[in-house]
């Protein structure tokens, strides 16, 4: 672990920008580790709210630009893309802008989230303020609870680091063995 946090630290810039287009990407579990490096001091808080922020943003602001300049030649050249849209848009039709605040939570939902708002008669002004707030909430929860709970996640890994680690070796090997029984 200490060879890691140094890492970090001699390339926290990198870490930033990593985070910031993992962010603009999905909206996975990394801005919650990199808030646990933040409160052993490793990274900047401000920063990893920033990087977040603003991935998570920026990202959802050019997917719904790309579907609003690009989107209907794109599902009909893409099938698939189509008929996940289409879900999508059902969503948006029966949530509305509770759909652009919630998109951001379901594993998957987020990748295409903003597709169908780019499509429909929204305008981008109103997707803007809804994409804004729901950037801020998940960043918020998310560095926040690695901040708040960060020390306390770190000593407890580092202190059943060996039980832990055969557990999680188990636990790879079954899954493993399951997945290859599947196949």
């Not at 295409?112 to 804004?132: E, Q, Y």
């Not at 636990?171 to 997945?179: D, I, N, R």
Request: aromatic fraction near 16%.
């Amino acid at each position: 672990m200490d060879a890691l946090e140094e890492w970090i630290r001699l390339n926290s810039y990198l870490v930033y920008g990593i985070l910031f287009f993992y962010c603009a990407m999905k909206s996975g579990a990394l801005p919650l580790f990199a808030a646990i490096f933040a409160s052993t001091g490793d990274l900047s808080i401000f920063a990893v709210s920033a990087a977040s922020f603003l991935g998570g943003y920026l990202g959802d602001e050019a997917r719904f630009y790309l579907a609003r300049r690009y989107g209907d030649y794109l599902t009909s050249r893409l099938p698939r893309l189509g008929v996940i849209v289409k879900r999508a848009e059902g969503l948006l039709a029966r949530h509305g802008a509770k759909y652009i605040f919630l998109y951001r939570y379901p594993k998957g939902m987020r990748t295409i989230g903003a597709f169908p708002v780019g499509l429909s008669n929204m305008s981008w002004l109103r997707f803007t303020v809804f994409n804004a707030g729901s950037a801020a909430l998940w960043t918020m929860l998310l560095v926040a609870f690695g901040y708040v709970f960060g020390v306390a996640i770190v000593e407890t890994v580092e202190r059943n680091w060996g039980w832990l680690s055969v557990v999680a070796l188990g636990v790879f090997a079954v899954w493993c063995g399951l997945s290859i029984a599947i196949i």
